[in-house]
């Protein structure tokens, strides 16, 4: 095992030379927001009496691949499903790229394949948290209409 700081992690995700799942990626990106530890727990004592919020992802299955909805983004469900109890599975015969052009209120992982991630959020987040950083492990660019 080897530590890395976030960027360095990504980095090497980028690289396939390690592999986290979409959750692990989206915290890294939110902890690329920090140039260092102290910075870090600065910023989590300030704000520790803000509160959480806990949200489940919702997986949106398209022709080329997944996105992983977030709350806040457009396409987040009214009622998601927490449970799994309603067995709702959203899909759409449209591409991962069609949708992010579509889109505009965004706070999604776009899922190309294990190795191809991205994270887009344009929304505020809550509690004075700290939103991601837009990190693409693709050639694509999403980012046009952010």
Known sequence: S????????????????????PPQFYELCRLCNFSSLRELHKFSSDRALEG?????????TA??????????????????DYT???????????????LMKEGSV???IAIKNINNLAVYVNIQAKYKHMNPMMINCDCSDYNSRL
Not at 63 to 80: K, S
Request: proline share 11%.
């Open 52 to 60: 959480c919020e806990r949200w489940m992802p919702v997986m949106l």
């Open 84 to 98: 799994g109890e309603k067995k709702v599975n959203m899909s759409t015969d449209k591409k991962v790229e069609d």
């Open 63 to 80: 022709a080329d691949g997944y996105i992983q909805l977030l709350p806040g983004d457009e396409l987040y469900p009214e009622d998601p």
């Open 106 to 108: 965004f706070h999604r």
């Open 2 to 21: 080897q530590w890395s700081s976030p960027p360095d992690a990504i980095e090497r995700f980028k690289s396939q030379e390690i592999w986290f799942p």
